[in-house]
């Protein structure tokens, strides 16, 4: 059990939506372009988090240093931009837990290291946009997690001491922004886990293995 908290704040990809299958078909179209076989999805999915450069690695085996790079991350965006929300949905359990926070009036929002301009659209196609209390995206700070700005700032934009704050994520990014924020952070055991998914290892204050689990960690139940 953790007290229950003044704000919950979440990481977007792998935490409140599978985003998985279009990052993924994203990925796919790159290898179509260049006359490559399709890659199941299970091998994308646990990149997902880390965006073109996770899943370019996976898909193309290249990363940032690759001269080509830039040509297939641009592939890429083009891609995904034009399938933003064709397959991503919420995970199962988050509607649920945001209906549970509303109904304790407690707010929420999101910090993402995903860009704004693909970050909103996609909260906007999900229905979480006029829901949130606050939107950070990578790109709203000089530095993205695992550096600690955009909670800081998403604490200043909600009104919120980060102490009164949890984070949730699905990497251990996210554990090191929260905790370097001050914030208590819980691990979401249903997202994609990156490369380390020893959850024990990332120290985060709790670990949720659904989101429901994270209301009944939170007491939500009882609290409405």
Not at 48 to 53: K, L, Q
Not at 143 to 156: H, Q, S, T, V, Y
């Amino acid at each position: 059990m953790i007290p229950t908290p003044r704000c919950v704040l979440f990481d977007l990809d792998g935490t409140l939506l599978d985003s998985a299958p279009d990052l993924g078909l994203a990925a796919n179209l790159v290898r179509e372009g260049l006359g490559m076989a399709h890659l199941p999805l299970g091998v994308l999915r646990p990149q997902a988090s880390n965006g073109a450069r996770g899943l370019l690695k996976v898909a193309l085996g290249i990363t940032p240093e690759h001269p080509d790079y830039e040509t297939h991350k641009s592939e890429f965006l083009r891609h995904y931009q034009n399938n933003l929300t064709t397959l991503t949905r919420r995970f199962e359990g988050v509607s649920e837990l945001l209906d549970a926070l509303e109904a304790c009036g407690l707010r929420w929002g999101v910090i993402t290291n995903k860009v704004g301009w693909l970050a909103r659209p996609v909260m906007e196609g999900t229905g979480l946009a006029a829901r949130a209390a606050c939107l950070v995206a990578g790109d709203s700070t000089p530095n993205p997690k695992p550096a600690p700005d955009g909670l800081l700032l998403a604490a200043r934009e909600i009104g919120v001491n980060p102490r009164d704050c949890i984070y949730v994520g699905d990497d251990l990014r996210d554990i090191v922004a929260g905790k370097a924020a001050g914030m208590r952070t819980v691990a979401a055991g249903w997202g994609y886990l990156g490369a380390n998914p020893d959850l024990e290892s990332w120290q985060a204050d709790a670990i949720a293995m659904t989101p429901g689990a994270l209301i009944d960690l939170m007491a939500l139940r009882r609290a409405a």
